[in-house]
């Protein structure tokens, strides 16, 4: 049984001028390629001018943080969302990755006041991972993108709302 976004909603279409950046690893391509197609089609189905997604692919997961922390800096964007896939192999070794990704994207998005959006899936296996990423479990990516645009219209609301 597939999993319902429990928060979805009608999203306000984003203001003029809005760019969201999307940091995307290139490890496990398989899965964060269709989470990137999810994720640029539901910002532009939200009325996001394509010309205003700019993506930025690394290696890996664990480079995503800091990705996100020169896009978020920049200035240039409204959000960032991290897209990667941190699958969990014979050892440890992607309890520390997931954990170290999930913290600084946190982070940065904390020290730069902006969307920082962890759109980085942590499965067990790639048939969990490939179930999250357009599969029977929906695609992450998708939710990845609304959450950046309801976050984009929660802080601008914030703002006009501290202006009056």
Known sequence: ????????????????????????????ADVT??????AVASLTAAGLDAGRIEVLRVPGAFELPLAADRLAA???FAAVIALGAVIKGETSHDRHIATAVA???EQTARARGLP??????????LEQ?????GGRHGNKGREAAEAALEMIAALAA?????ES
Request: aromatic share 4%; with cysteine; hydrophobic share 40%.
């Open 116 to 125: 920082v959006v962890f759109g980085v899936l942590t499965c067990d296996s």
């Open 1 to 28: 049984m597939a999993q319902r976004n429990t928060f979805a909603r009608k999203l306000p279409p984003p203001p003029p001028g809005t760019r969201v950046a999307l940091a995307v690893s290139r490890f496990n």
């Open 33 to 38: 390629e269709p989470l990137l197609d999810a």
């Open 129 to 133: 991972a490939r179930e999250r990423s």
């Open 74 to 76: 920049s200035g240039r």
């Open 158 to 162: 914030v703002s006009s709302a501290g």
């Open 103 to 105: 913290i600084g994207i």
